[in-house]
Nanobody, 125 residues
């Protein structure tokens, strides 16, 4: 069983930065494909980024490319999402999620088995 806990959300002014962290327990993040997703009010949950357990380049949705960076910290057993140059459209509840250990990479939320409780990010202009 994998448990995920997000932290780091909050209020941030447009153009600013925020760092989200996803702490995993039950498995090491080095054996997990971990993704970040977000859901804005009245919208469906959407893919933001993932890091594949086997390594390789992370994947991002076009809307955040060049602004967000996903990274894995094996020593702390966390997966982080560094958000820079944020815009009001980034406002959402952000969730981290993990696929079953040693599963492939995917941007589809349906392929992720384990979910955190979410952390609110609000960008104001």
């Amino acid at each position: 069983q994998v448990q995920l806990v997000e932290s780091g959300g909050g209020l941030v002014q447009a153009g600013g930065s925020l760092r989200l962290s996803c702490a995993a327990s039950g498995r090491t993040v080095s054996s997990l494909t971990v993704g970040w997703f977000r859901q804005a009010p009245g919208k469906e949950r959407e893919f933001v980024a993932y890091v594949y357990w086997l390594g390789g380049a992370p994947m991002y949705t076009d809307a955040v490319k060049g602004r967000f960076t996903i990274s894995r910290d094996n020593a702390k057993n966390t997966v982080n999402l560094q958000m820079s140059s944020v815009i009001p459209d980034d406002t959402a509840v952000y969730y981290c999620a993990a696929r079953s250990p040693r599963s492939g990479a995917s941007p589809s939320a349906r392929e992720y088995e384990y979910w955190g409780q979410g952390t609110q990010v609000t960008v104001f202009s």
